[in-house]
């Protein structure tokens, strides 16, 4: 038995020595008392690239270093529920509000949009290219049978995909019909499972542009209002536990609403798409944006 | 794309990927002996729980380390969680049933009378245990090699502990689902192969140890 408590003594000890060996935090003269912070986040924002962007100024102007964990918008706001995280950047207004009232979330800021696109084969089988309203096509596409993935993976695309159903007669996400395909998976594999399977999608626009190449997809029906993607960011309840680093979260989420910031965020993807991928709207109120 | 940061992902995948494998050797190859040549109550049973550990799905082992060391977790104090040595606990977790389920095995591949022998000769209990591992030293490689093979090629555990932070905790397979979502399938295909070649280059290695003192 001594054996065994000598080998985990040994173990523990090793563990400690490789996180002593995890990469150094950047020293700066404003050196903050706690400098590491955990942003719980969604894929898009880093499948796009542009947390890589703005994480880097962030730590260089701060001297935070912030460890960004990407995943779903449900499982984001689960790490901030829990305490996991200390700031959060998402995008399902609707799943975020109840953090707020039950004190799990303290501050929350708006800070951009993009949108939502639905998209499909050129030879567009159930007829929406067109048409003006997200509805109008999703019962088209319900009547028509044609196969539809949804992400199913309750990411912040995937509440925004089932509030949308509600408005039309069909409600595929409970009856589960067919043509009603699950994938599971983030925006990039499920947008490469509707190109192979000729199928339509819903998606963001950040990665639908970021994928074209390599799909066979078109762009078929964008720009109806309730299609916006509107992202917040906010601060976990530091009364959660004595974990939690707020000064640190606040100076993420003053960062992300600060006026140069807004404008990396406006130029973002512009060089490199043609067009804008997020819009800042620091400036605006969740009321001009129709939420 | 051959950058320094596709060089600093792929020895921080060594390093870890490496450390487990070393740390799972040194707990499964005792554990391993003594499953095998222990005579004890139950050891039928732990031999099936370390049997059915080799096929332990990492995503199970990484969701369960992963609770562990959340801040809401039991172990949430030693703050470990996305840090390099979080992935190494969950891939020691993953590895070490494979090197101690095949060392027992190993062993218990030995001739038995070949024990009575080193005993005969007047051999203390540990330099019966040297000279069975010395006999068993072909097996014994390979079983680190399984194991080694387990944690390098391992993404799901990796994924949930480590979080795949740039500069911190992305490997090369983390790296790899990464580029994948990001629609690069050539940069996504080029670092598995990198990869696979890593993988190939050090199993070369010990495939050359293995087959040299085999010829002895």
């Known amino acids: 038995m001594k054996r065994f408590a000598l080998l985990f003594t040994f173990l523990l000890a090793l563990s400690l020595l490789a996180s002593a060996c995890a990469p150094v935090t950047p020293v700066t003269s404003t050196a903050p008392e706690n400098p590491n912070i955990i942003l719980a986040t969604t894929t898009s924002t880093q499948d796009s690239g542009l947390l890589d962007?703005?994480?880097?100024?962030?730590?260089?102007?701060?001297?935070?270093?912030?460890?960004?964990?990407?995943?779903?918008?449900?499982?984001?706001?689960?790490?901030?529920?829990?305490?996991?995280?200390?700031?959060?950047?998402?995008?399902?207004?609707?799943?975020?509000?109840?953090?707020?009232?039950?004190?799990?979330?303290?501050?929350?800021?708006?800070?951009?949009?993009?949108?939502?696109?639905?998209?499909?084969?050129?030879?567009?089988?159930?007829?929406?290219?067109?048409?003006?309203?997200?509805?109008?096509?999703?019962?088209?596409?319900?009547?028509?049978?044609?196969?539809?993935?949804?992400?199913?993976?309750?990411?912040?695309?995937?509440?925004?995909?089932?509030?949308?159903?509600?408005?039309?007669?069909?409600?595929?996400?409970?009856?589960?019909?067919?043509?009603?395909?699950?994938?599971?998976?983030?925006?990039?594999?499920?947008?490469?499972?509707?190109?192979?399977?000729?199928?339509?999608?819903?998606?963001?626009?950040?990665?639908?542009?970021?994928?074209?190449?390599?799909?066979?997809?078109?762009?078929?029906?964008?720009?109806?209002?309730?299609?916006?993607?509107?992202?917040?960011?906010?601060?976990?309840?530091?009364?959660?536990?004595?974990?939690?680093?707020?000064?640190?979260?606040?100076?993420?989420?003053?960062?992300?609403?600060?006026?140069?910031?807004?404008?990396?965020?406006?130029?973002?993807?512009?060089?490199?798409?043609?067009?804008?991928?997020?819009?800042?709207?620091?400036?605006?109120?969740?009321?001009?944006?129709?939420? | 794309m051959f950058n320094a940061e596709v060089f600093q992902i792929t020895i921080l995948s060594l390093q870890i990927s490496a450390l487990a494998t070393g740390l799972s050797l040194f707990i499964g190859l005792p554990l391993g002996t003594w499953l095998a040549l222990g005579k004890f109550p139950g050891r039928s049973f732990l031999l099936s729980m370390v049997n059915t550990g080799m096929g332990l799905p990492p995503v199970v082992v990484g969701l369960f380390v992963a609770m562990m060391l959340w801040r809401s977790g039991p172990l949430g104090n030693l703050q470990l969680i996305y840090t390099p040595a979080a992935i190494i606990i969950a891939q020691v977790v993953i590895s070490f049933p494979v090197v101690t389920g095949l060392t027992a095995a190993a062993l218990q591949a030995l001739d038995p009378r070949l024990i009575l022998q080193l005993y005969g000769l007047g051999a203390s209990q540990m330099q019966m245990i040297w000279m069975l591992w010395k006999e068993a030293r072909l097996p014994l490689l390979a079983a680190l090699m399984a194991g080694f093979g387990s944690v390098i090629s391992e993404v799901g555990a990796s994924m949930m502990v480590g979080g795949n932070i740039r500069y911190q905790t992305r490997v090369l397979t983390t790296a790899i689902v990464l580029e994948t979502g990001k629609g690069n399938f050539d940069v996504a295909i080029a670092l598995g192969l990198l990869l696979l070649t890593i993988t190939f280059l050090v199993n070369w290695a010990l495939t050359w140890i293995q087959q040299r003192s085999a010829r002895r």
């Open chain 1, 53 to 291: 962007v703005l994480v880097p100024l962030f730590e260089e102007q701060s001297g935070y270093a912030v460890q960004t964990i990407a995943v779903g918008t449900g499982a984001a706001l689960a790490m901030g529920q829990e305490g996991n995280a200390d700031v959060l950047l998402v995008h399902a207004p609707a799943a975020e509000l109840p953090l707020m009232e039950s004190g799990d979330c303290k501050d929350r800021f708006l800070v951009m949009h993009n949108d939502f696109a639905i998209v499909g084969p050129a030879s567009d089988p159930a007829g929406i290219r067109g048409k003006t309203t997200a509805t109008e096509a999703l019962a088209l596409i319900a009547e028509s049978e044609a196969t539809f993935i949804s992400r199913g993976d309750d990411s912040g695309t995937n509440k925004k995909e089932r509030a949308l159903w509600t408005d039309t007669d069909y409600s595929p996400n409970d009856t589960k019909p067919a043509w009603y395909v699950e994938s599971g998976q983030g925006m990039g594999n499920t947008l490469m499972i509707a190109s192979e399977k000729a199928a339509y999608t819903m998606t963001d626009r950040a990665t639908f542009l970021a994928n074209q190449e390599n799909l066979d997809l078109e762009i078929l029906v964008e720009g109806d209002e309730v299609l916006l993607n509107v992202y917040h960011v906010m601060t976990v309840n530091p009364e959660k536990s004595n974990a939690i680093n707020y000064t640190g979260a606040l100076a993420f989420a003053n960062f992300l609403i600060d006026p140069a910031t807004q404008d990396v965020i406006r130029e973002f993807g512009v060089e490199k798409f043609g067009q804008p991928l997020f819009f800042p709207d620091a400036d605006k109120t969740d009321a001009d944006l129709g939420l």
